[in-house]
């Protein structure tokens, strides 16, 4: 019993160590780095980037599929352009500083216009709310929308001139 024990695991180690390089840098590209809402902002403030605040309930299956299939193939994007920050809609405890007001997490949903979940708010790196929207996006919709936000076009064109 020892003895299969034991080549189960040599067994085990040298396919770990057979496997390719390129998986450990697959498997770490999918790594996301969330913040709480006033690290993101100062994160922001110091790096220029935008913040994406992800809303999201406990109880919600579509805030969930997003955190586990959108955003982890979207990781490449999100993770060079974007801090990251994720607020739950129904944490009334957990409180945050935003624009000079103290806010639950709840009342923080409600002051950046969230009326449904899953949402996805966009914020200037000045700390300055952009727009949102609502429901559930796979990831070659919200590409483009990423792509809009992080090269700054939102500032001189629509969103539909950009998508042209």
Not at 102 to 111: A, D, E, G, R, V
Not at 113 to 118: F, S, T, V, Y
Not at 132 to 142: D, P, Q, R
Request: proline share 3%.
């Amino acid at each position: 019993m020892i003895y299969h024990f034991k080549i189960i695991t040599f067994t085990a180690v040298l396919l770990l160590l057979w496997l390719p390089d390129n998986s450990l840098a697959q498997a770490q590209k999918k790594d996301l780095h969330w913040n709480s809402f006033e690290e993101a902002i100062h994160i922001a403030d110091s790096t220029g980037k935008h913040i994406l605040v992800d809303i999201w309930a406990p109880w919600c299956g579509w805030c969930h599929k997003m955190k586990t299939e959108t955003y982890p193939q979207l990781s490449e994007v999100l993770n060079k352009n974007f801090v990251l920050s994720r607020l739950n809609r129904d944490d009334h405890q957990t409180t945050y500083r935003y624009n000079g007001q103290t806010y639950t997490s709840f009342k923080l949903t409600q002051n950046l216009k969230i009326e449904r979940i899953p949402a996805i708010v966009f914020i200037t790196s000045e700390g300055e709310y952009l727009f949102h929207f609502s429901g559930y996006k796979n990831s070659k919709t919200l590409r483009p929308i990423l792509r809009y936000i992080s090269s700054g076009a939102y500032r001189k064109q629509s969103f539909s001139h950009f998508q042209q």
